[in-house]
Structure formats: C-alpha cells, structure tokens
C-alpha cells in the first residue's frame, strides 16, 4: 500500500481502494460476515457477531480464499493503474471478544476488543502475500473441512509465550465429520431407534423395487440425526439385498448452493470428480462413464453438455444459452435420471 501511494496520484490511489473495499466487503458479506471497519489498507471482519452461526469460523475462512480470489481478479482489471499485482494479507483468529460500543460521543459504533482481535492482527501482519494464517481455536474447528500446514508454535510481537500457527492451503475434497465420536477415533453402538431404522430399511426397499422415495428426518439440534443417518448407511451396506446399491451422500450449505448444486455433488461422488478436477479431467471421466453406459456417441455429447452446466464447469460449445429454463431443467433430469437408472 505505501509503496503504490508513493507512486500514485492519491485520487487514482483512493478509486483503487475503494474497489478492492467493495469486493473484500462482498466476500464478507456472501459469507454472513460483519465489516466492522477499515484502517487505511485493512479491513476488520467478523463472523460470531453481531450476527452468530454455528459455522462462523468455517465461513471466515470461505470469505478469506473468496478475498484472495477476488483480489486476484480486480488486479488483473487494473493492472495497468497498480503497475504490481494487488495481494492480500489475511489473519484469523477465533476466541472470545467484548462485543459493543466502541467510541465516544457521535462517533461510537458497534465493534469487538480483546486479545482475540490483537492475535488475529498478529497473525495478519506475519502472513506472507497471497497468504492466510489461522490460530489455534479456528484450526480445531475447522480442520474437519480445510488442509493446513503446520507452521508450529510462533512467537507473536507483544504476547507472552509461543502461539501455535497454521497456513491455510484450502478445503478437503471431502470434509470429516465436524462431531461426534469418530472425530476422537472413537464408536459405540446405536442403542434404541429401531423403530426408525426399520422404516427407513423399508423406504429402501421399496425404493430398489422401483417406487421412488423421500425421507425426510427432522430433530432438534444434538439428538442424533446425522448418528442416525450414518447407521442406516452402515446397515444397508452390510445388507444382502442391497449389494447392488451404490450410496451417494450430498450436503447442502446454510449459505446456498449453486443451481443443481445437490446434484452436481451426487455426480462428482459418482465419478470421482473433485472440486479441484480441471475441464479436461472432468470431461474425460465423464465422456468414460457414460461409454461403458453404452450409449451412443451423439447422446454422450448431448449429455456432456448438460453434465457441463450441472457441475458448474461452463458451457463449452454455448449451445445452451438460448435453451428456455424449463426446457433445460427438463433435459436435465432427464439426463440425471438416464444415469441412475
């Protein structure tokens, strides 16, 4: 930042940070975060407050590779105004904080003060460009669903000890379980809900006799659905009449999924396509499937078109674009259902 306001003229300097403030304030905000405010070059988010959700360190960390990306992106657009390539530095920290007020007379506003926030500003000074570090707390809650390298314990300017560091790499292709026993390595037997396993066997049932079914299993929060859940899958696989029954799990977010967004993750699972799969992969796996499905080489070509579209992965030869909506969600599950069966 002082080195581009050196070489900039301050009006050019000022549109260019008002640019990057409103992207970085739209990843926050995508991510059900708080801006709380910015100081020169910085922004300060928040995610826990004012608003609280029981992920708020998973989206902090969604937020940040959303910033990096985004930046990434307006640089480009500006390149020729930056002369260098815009990068971040990103800090996160989670723990407690005194949540409130903060100022005097006109000027107080709603912000967050405590050593949380001094550990978090610690760790965003430390991190190289391009880089997010996370302390300890957000690392433990979070490393179900993201890779880390360890950096080890860090003397922090200003703190007393070493603070255990870690380098976000990006999320796992497929995330653990956030809780429960096996988090700890840890199992135990279901005791009781026969009742409910044995509908949800015969739901099965009736489903691989060819009548569709949809269950749904509502509860209050810690009583046991997803234990439920993971027992019934358990049960069907060691299940004689299941044998021929693949098992595909999909799991939708509390921040919105992108159009067919369940079931472009049934189809990742089915043919082994990760996140990170470039076109050419996901278009070589799914051209393989789909051949030994035997189908015939224009139908393939038809269907890679709508598998494209599903998976979010562009539309290659744009002869979607001027296919009505109904249309196409018709093609679509007709495709889907072409597969399953």
Do not use: W
Request: proline residues 4%; negative net charge; charged residues 20%.
């Amino acid at each position: 930042f002082t080195t581009m306001s050196e070489r900039l003229d301050p009006e050019v300097m000022q549109t260019l940070q008002n640019e990057l403030f409103e992207e970085l304030t739209a990843a926050v905000q995508n991510f059900g975060g708080f801006v709380d405010k910015f100081i020169g070059d910085a922004l300060l988010a928040l995610f826990g407050a004012p608003a609280t959700h029981e992920d708020d360190p998973e989206r902090a960390l969604r937020a940040a590779l959303d910033m990096i990306q985004r930046t990434a992106h307006l640089g480009e657009r500006l390149k020729a105004y930056a002369g260098s390539p815009l990068m971040l530095h990103i800090g996160i920290n989670t723990g407690h904080v005194v949540a409130g007020g903060l100022g005097a007379g006109a000027a107080k506003s709603y912000s967050v003060t405590g050593d949380t926030v001094n550990t978090a500003q610690r760790l965003q000074s430390m991190a190289a460009p391009g880089e997010v570090l996370v302390g300890p707390l957000t690392y433990r809650l979070t490393r179900h669903a993201f890779s880390y390298e360890s950096l080890g314990d860090v003397a922090l300017r200003g703190k007393v000890g070493s603070v255990p560091i870690h380098r976000l790499r990006g999320p796992l292709d497929t995330p653990r379980a956030a809780r429960g026993l096996e988090i700890l390595g840890l199992s135990a037997p279901l005791i009781g809900r026969d009742a409910e396993i044995t509908r949800m066997m015969g739901c099965l049932n009736l489903a691989c006799g060819g009548a569709a079914q949809l269950v749904r299993l509502v509860g209050e929060a810690g009583i046991g659905k997803t234990r439920l859940m993971n027992e019934f899958v358990t049960r069907a696989r060691d299940d004689d009449r299941f044998a021929s029954v693949a098992i595909r799990r999909a799991v939708c977010s509390p921040l919105g999924e992108q159009s067919y967004g369940t079931l472009a993750a049934v189809l990742r699972s089915a043919y082994g396509i990760t996140h990170k799969a470039s076109t050419a992969e996901a278009q070589a796996k799914l051209a393989e499937a789909l051949s030994e499905l035997g189908l015939a080489p224009e139908e393939i070509e038809r269907l890679m078109l709508l598998y494209f579209y599903v998976l979010g992965l562009g539309d290659p030869d744009a002869t979607l674009q001027h296919v009505e909506p109904e249309q196409l969600r018709r093609q679509i599950f007709f495709a889907i259902r072409t597969v399953f069966e």
